[in-house]
Structures are given as structure tokens and as C-alpha cells.
């Protein structure tokens, strides 16, 4: 006999309980004797544990909470100057290596100087970036984060 010959039914019977004693789980049906968990009807939590204080009350609750939104990336002004006369935005931002993905906020702060003119499309930029971006000649565009295109799979 091999594995893969195996008789083997998809559906197994469930085992009836408190059938009488012949049937192999009468009277107690496999619960024991007495007690609260013997009993029918409501059932006791994960966290019980028999009357006394509870791991789960015993530990403090955290302060604060804690975000899943992803902090935004920061880009510093004068790392802009390398974009003479060009459009920056995250993608742009990310093939230079000052971002590492593209695919989440990018905010520009103030530090340093900008000397060139720039088209800034990207989530943030502090008011003094705003400024120094028009100052220049250039024009600042608050854009949405790009989203990851879906990638179906052929089946």
C-alpha cells in the first residue's frame, strides 16, 4: 500500500456524546465530574483563570498609542539645488537616491539655501520652502502620494 492509494473519506462523523454508557462517551460525555466547565451553557474566556486576577488585568495598559501611518520622508532644501531647471517630484526624488521609496510622503524642510529654479510636486514643504521655491522662480505643488500599481498574475 502507498500513500497516495490511500481510502480515505473527506467527511469524518462527529463523535456523539452523552449517548448512554454502551456508546463509549456516555453519562459525563468526556467532561468529568461536576465543576464549571461540566456544565452547559456559557463558556469561560481565554483569560480566566479560576476566580483570581487575571494576567491580563495585572499588566498595565501602554500610555499613548501608537500610529501605522508612516512618518513622511524628509528632504532638505539645499539637496534640491542638484535639480537645476527640473521637475522633482517623488520619483525623481528617489532615483537620486534622497528618498528610499516613492511610494510614501515626502515633506521638504528648510536648510541650507536654494539657488536654482525648481518644480516641487510632492505631499509637504514647509512655508519657508514654499517661499524659497517662488522666490526662485520656481512653483510648488502639493501632489497626493503615488500609490503601487497592482500587479496581476497570469494564471
Known amino acids: 500500500?502507498?500513500?497516495?492509494?490511500?481510502?480515505v473519506t473527506a467527511n469524518k462523523k462527529?463523535?456523539?456524546v452523552?449517548?448512554?454508557?454502551a456508546a463509549g462517551q456516555g453519562k459525563t460525555?468526556?467532561?468529568?465530574?461536576k465543576g464549571q466547565?461540566?456544565?452547559s451553557?456559557?463558556?469561560?474566556?481565554?483569560?480566566?483563570?479560576?476566580g483570581s486576577r487575571s494576567l491580563v488585568t495585572a499588566t498595565p495598559k501602554g500610555s499613548g498609542f501608537k500610529s501605522l501611518k508612516a512618518p513622511a520622508q524628509v528632504v532638505y532644501l539645499d539637496h534640491l539645488n542638484a535639480f537645476d531647471g527640473k521637475t522633482a517630484d517623488n520619483f525623481t526624488l528617489f532615483e537620486a537616491g534622497l528618498i528610499s521609496s516613492p511610494y510614501q510622503a515626502v515633506k521638504v524642510i528648510l536648510r541650507g539655501e536654494l539657488i536654482t529654479k525648481i518644480t516641487l510636486h510632492v505631499s509637504g514643504a514647509s512655508k519657508s520652502v514654499q517661499a524659497?521655491?517662488?522666490?526662485?522662480g520656481g512653483t510648488f505643488v502639493k501632489t497626493a502620494t503615488p500609490l503601487k500599481k497592482a500587479v496581476k498574475t497570469e494564471k
Open 41 to 50: 451553557g456559557k463558556k469561560l474566556r481565554a483569560s480566566f483563570q479560576g
Open 29 to 33: 460525555a468526556g467532561r468529568g465530574t
Open 18 to 21: 452523552g449517548r448512554g454508557i
Open 14 to 16: 462527529i463523535k456523539r
Open 1 to 7: 500500500m502507498k500513500y497516495n492509494e490511500l481510502q
Open 37 to 39: 466547565k461540566a456544565r
Open 132 to 136: 524659497a521655491v517662488v522666490k526662485n
